[in-house]
């Protein structure tokens, strides 16, 4: 099993950009999030999700856009790149949703907006 | 709302023992989990309370008291590869499902 995976590992963007950071398992685990972390702080949610089709948002959504077609794949969107968005992004999941608490960590992106 | 708070840096040498303390506050509290993280890592689970007591896990063990919205995780024998950041984590219920709220991490530096 290759886990989670994340593409790509290290990207530059210029204000307004528009890109999509890319996430997969392969343990067919239905719950999927995304956190941000800056600079010696803590993991921000940004979107998670329970399953395929449904989405909720996490304490910081605003400027991503996520969808779940599939149990495997999970992507967040920015929509138009900011400064504020440099940060390392990582994609977790777990095998359930009530009462998560053992999330598998991708490697993580780590994004710079210029 | 939710917040955690956890000391942010904690110094000790190898062999001897370090407890990080973790202060939550949620509506729908599931449950209090641990990550490591090593610098330019991704963070890895360690253990994980929803009832109250002690956790032992090998030479880390994780306490939890809902009562007082608290918990600890202690690092026994501590090794040079020990140094990283330890976040807790609460797991709370909300209405399409859970989620997982992190405070915002204790670095653990141990020294030879």
């Known amino acids: 099993n290759a886990g989670v995976t994340q593409t790509p590992k290290f990207q530059v963007l210029k204000t307004g950009q528009s890109m999509t950071l890319q996430c997969a398992q392969d343990m067919n685990h239905e719950y999927m999030s995304w956190y941000r972390q800056d600079p010696g702080m803590g993991l921000r949610l940004i979107h998670y999700?329970?399953?395929?089709?449904?989405?909720d948002q996490g304490e910081v959504p605003n400027g991503y856009n996520v969808s779940r077609s599939t149990t495997e794949d999970f992507p967040l969107r920015l929509l138009s790149a900011a400064p504020s968005q440099t940060s390392v992004y990582f994609c977790?999941?777990?095998?359930?949703?009530?009462?998560?608490?053992?999330?598998?960590f991708g490697p993580g992106t780590r994004l710079t907006v210029t | 709302g939710q917040s955690l708070e956890q000391p942010s840096e904690v110094t000790a040498v190898e062999g001897a023992i370090v407890q990080i303390n973790c202060t939550y506050q949620?509506?729908?509290?599931?449950?209090l989990s641990w990550y490591q993280q090593h610098d330019g890592g991704a963070p890895t689970f360690l253990s994980y309370n929803a009832l109250d007591g002690l956790e032992e896990t090998g030479r880390f063990s994780s306490f939890l008291s809902r009562s007082d919205s608290y918990g600890y995780l202690l690092l026994q024998e501590l090794q040079m590869k020990d140094s990283a950041s330890y976040f807790c984590?609460?797991?709370?219920?909300?209405?399409?499902?859970?989620?997982?709220?992190f405070g915002g991490g204790t670095r653990v530096l141990v020294k030879p």
């Open positions: 949620t509506s729908g509290f599931y449950g």
């Open positions: 999700s329970v399953g395929a089709g449904i989405t």
């Open positions: 984590a609460v797991s709370s219920l909300k209405a399409a499902g859970n989620k997982l709220t």
């Open positions: 977790a999941s777990s095998y359930r949703y009530e009462g998560v608490y053992e999330q598998y």
